[in-house]
């Protein structure tokens, strides 16, 4: 094993689901790529997302206070690049990649038609930390498609692997919950 002190790139737990966050504020419409999300509690339902100041999409969360989580499929990996790696403050991605969104039920935010399932968040909370903030979302509404889910489960969903590297759970899913554990401390001397 390597033993580094100060990495300040650290990719070792990669990959994670792509978020596409899309935020609507007085009339502009962004999106932009996140890898850096998490639920965070069941009940109330709250979903955390860590972007950076710099960012076009901080300075509209900052006004609308809400915001989408969008998932993708693998196939769609091009729209994480082209969200991802160009900036709302210089151009409108929505015209320029041909986005195709709708408005959410609950709140005012963007939901990409590309995407397999979307949050509705509003924010409950915000805290800088580091060089990004962690918005704290509530989630008012969950979308979507059954096509791509199998009990909760879907194969397509696209991760980031960092270094602009983009794939899916290639190998079959393994099911290891309390009943096998309970199994196998039957079977053996535990
Ligand atoms: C796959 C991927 C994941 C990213 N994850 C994050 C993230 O979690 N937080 C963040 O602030 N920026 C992240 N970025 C960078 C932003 O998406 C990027 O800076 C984007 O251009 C911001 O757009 P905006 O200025 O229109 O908001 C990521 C980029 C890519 C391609």
Known sequence: MIF???SSKYYFHYPFPVAII???SEGSVNFMSAAWHTQISFDPPLYGVLISPKRYTN????????????FLKYEDYKIAGYVGRTSGKEIDKVKLFNLKYSRGNVLEVPLLENAIACYECKVVDERTYGDHILYVGEILGVHYDENFYKENLSRELLLYHGNDRYTFAVTDSVKFGKDEVLEELKKSNF
């Not at 300075?59 to 969008?70: A, D, R």
Request: aromatic share 6%; charged share 20%; no cysteine.
């Open 59 to 70: 300075q509209l969360i900052q006004k609308s206070k809400m915001f989408s989580v969008n």
């Open 22 to 24: 899309g935020v609507i």
């Open 4 to 6: 580094e002190k100060n």
